[in-house]
Protein backbone atom coordinates (compact mmCIF):
# COMPACT_ATOMS: atom_id res chain seq x y z
CA UNK A 1 0.00 0.00 0.00
CA UNK A 2 1.26 3.90 -0.76
CA UNK A 3 0.03 6.55 1.45
CA UNK A 4 1.10 10.32 1.25
CA UNK A 5 0.37 12.57 3.80
CA UNK A 6 0.49 16.09 3.19
CA UNK A 7 1.37 18.58 6.63
CA UNK A 8 2.46 21.67 6.81
CA UNK A 9 0.07 24.00 5.98
CA UNK A 10 -1.98 26.68 7.40
CA UNK A 11 -2.78 30.63 7.10
CA UNK A 12 -0.06 32.91 6.12
CA UNK A 13 -0.17 36.55 5.62
CA UNK A 14 1.20 37.88 1.27
CA UNK A 15 4.92 37.73 1.42
CA UNK A 16 5.06 35.20 3.72
CA UNK A 17 7.07 31.30 3.43
CA UNK A 18 5.71 28.48 3.90
CA UNK A 19 7.23 24.85 3.72
CA UNK A 20 4.53 21.85 3.01
CA UNK A 21 5.95 18.48 3.49
CA UNK A 22 4.65 15.05 2.46
CA UNK A 23 5.64 11.71 3.84
CA UNK A 24 5.23 8.41 2.40
CA UNK A 25 4.69 5.27 4.15
CA UNK A 26 6.46 3.11 1.93
CA UNK A 27 10.24 2.97 0.43
CA UNK A 28 9.00 1.90 -2.94
CA UNK A 29 7.26 5.04 -3.41
CA UNK A 30 10.12 7.44 -2.99
CA UNK A 31 11.78 5.85 -5.56
CA UNK A 32 9.70 7.08 -8.29
CA UNK A 33 8.76 10.70 -8.79
CA UNK A 34 7.12 13.11 -6.98
CA UNK A 35 5.58 15.99 -7.38
CA UNK A 36 2.89 19.44 -6.10
CA UNK A 37 -0.82 19.98 -7.21
CA UNK A 38 -3.10 22.44 -6.38
CA UNK A 39 -6.88 22.69 -7.08
CA UNK A 40 -9.62 25.27 -5.96
CA UNK A 41 -13.09 24.34 -5.47
CA UNK A 42 -14.68 24.14 -8.87
CA UNK A 43 -11.49 24.99 -10.57
CA UNK A 44 -9.02 22.12 -12.83
CA UNK A 45 -6.36 20.64 -10.79
CA UNK A 46 -2.95 22.49 -11.47
CA UNK A 47 0.58 21.50 -12.02
CA UNK A 48 3.08 23.38 -9.34
CA UNK A 49 6.13 21.33 -9.41
CA UNK A 50 7.60 17.96 -9.99
CA UNK A 51 10.88 15.94 -9.02
CA UNK A 52 12.19 13.12 -10.34
CA UNK A 53 13.52 9.95 -7.68
CA UNK A 54 17.07 11.53 -7.10
CA UNK A 55 16.28 14.96 -7.05
CA UNK A 56 18.69 16.00 -10.05
CA UNK A 57 15.05 16.93 -12.31
CA UNK A 58 12.90 19.54 -11.21
CA UNK A 59 9.95 20.80 -13.11
CA UNK A 60 7.81 23.98 -12.17
CA UNK A 61 4.92 25.74 -13.27
CA UNK A 62 5.36 29.38 -14.62
CA UNK A 63 3.56 30.68 -11.46
CA UNK A 64 5.50 29.41 -9.02
CA UNK A 65 8.81 29.48 -10.36
CA UNK A 66 11.64 31.14 -8.54
CA UNK A 67 9.23 31.86 -5.46
CA UNK A 68 8.86 27.98 -4.90
CA UNK A 69 11.37 25.04 -4.27
CA UNK A 70 10.76 21.61 -4.43
CA UNK A 71 13.19 18.98 -2.93
CA UNK A 72 13.00 15.35 -1.30
CA UNK A 73 14.81 13.28 1.32
CA UNK A 74 14.59 9.40 0.39
CA UNK A 75 16.21 9.26 3.35
CA UNK A 76 13.29 10.31 5.22
CA UNK A 77 10.76 9.53 2.66
CA UNK A 78 9.78 13.28 2.56
CA UNK A 79 9.09 15.31 -0.03
CA UNK A 80 8.61 19.26 0.50
CA UNK A 81 7.81 22.46 -0.91
CA UNK A 82 9.27 26.00 0.11
CA UNK A 83 6.76 28.44 -0.82
CA UNK A 84 8.38 32.44 -0.61
CA UNK A 85 7.06 34.96 -1.51
CA UNK A 86 3.53 33.38 -1.26
CA UNK A 87 0.89 35.54 -2.52
CA UNK A 88 -3.04 35.03 -3.08
CA UNK A 89 -3.33 33.57 -5.85
CA UNK A 90 -1.57 30.35 -3.90
CA UNK A 91 -4.38 29.88 -2.02
CA UNK A 92 -6.09 26.62 -2.25
CA UNK A 93 -5.35 22.59 -1.11
CA UNK A 94 -2.11 21.51 -2.05
CA UNK A 95 -1.55 17.58 -3.12
CA UNK A 96 1.27 15.64 -3.21
CA UNK A 97 1.63 12.77 -5.57
CA UNK A 98 3.77 9.96 -6.92
CA UNK A 99 3.32 8.37 -10.41
CA UNK A 100 4.53 4.79 -10.20
CA UNK A 101 4.87 4.60 -14.18
CA UNK A 102 8.25 7.02 -14.15
CA UNK A 103 11.54 7.77 -12.25
CA UNK A 104 11.48 10.96 -13.99
CA UNK A 105 9.62 14.73 -12.87
CA UNK A 106 7.25 13.93 -15.85
CA UNK A 107 3.96 12.84 -14.12
CA UNK A 108 1.74 11.93 -16.78
CA UNK A 109 -0.78 9.79 -14.55
CA UNK A 110 -0.41 10.10 -10.82
CA UNK A 111 -1.71 7.25 -9.10
CA UNK A 112 -1.48 8.12 -5.68
CA UNK A 113 -2.73 11.57 -3.79
CA UNK A 114 -2.40 12.78 -0.44
CA UNK A 115 -5.64 14.36 1.21
CA UNK A 116 -4.16 17.53 0.71
CA UNK A 117 -3.41 20.38 2.76
CA UNK A 118 -5.29 23.69 2.96
CA UNK A 119 -3.31 26.94 2.52
CA UNK A 120 -4.91 30.28 3.16
CA UNK A 121 -3.00 33.45 2.49
CA UNK A 122 -4.41 36.88 3.70
CA UNK A 123 -3.54 40.63 2.92
Known amino acids: QVQLQESGGGSVQAGDSLRLSCTMTTLVCGSYGLGWFRQAPGKEREFVAS????????KYADSVESRFTISRDNDKKTLYLQMNKINSEDTTVYYC????????????????WGEGSQVTVSS
Open 51 to 58: INRDGGSI
Open 97 to 112: ATDRNTMTATLSDPDY
